[in-house]
């Protein structure tokens, strides 16, 4: 995975370099292991981006300063 952004008020993560198969699989990891609900997003045929949404953006940044308090 290479990088991300901020998308409207939501998160791109780049993953234009995985396979449509492991991206799926990644989302469904978002979802089922922190309950983060998110969208596959083709930006190119065979390029495929995951956009995490509005709603689970507060989520996200939780278990980014969680994760982040370890270091």
């Excluded at 292991?33 to 709603?55: A, F, H, V």
Aim: aromatic letters at 6%.
């Amino acid at each position: 995975m290479g990088d991300g952004s901020q998308r409207d008020t939501g998160l791109m993560l780049c993953t234009d370099s995985v396979t449509i198969q492991d991206t799926v699989r990644l989302i469904n990891v978002l979802k089922i292991r922190y309950d983060l609900n998110s969208t596959l997003r083709i930006k190119n045929p065979g390029q495929y981006r995951i956009y995490i949404r509005q709603e689970s953006m507060h989520k996200l940044v939780s278990i980014v300063n969680a994760t982040h308090s370890y270091v």
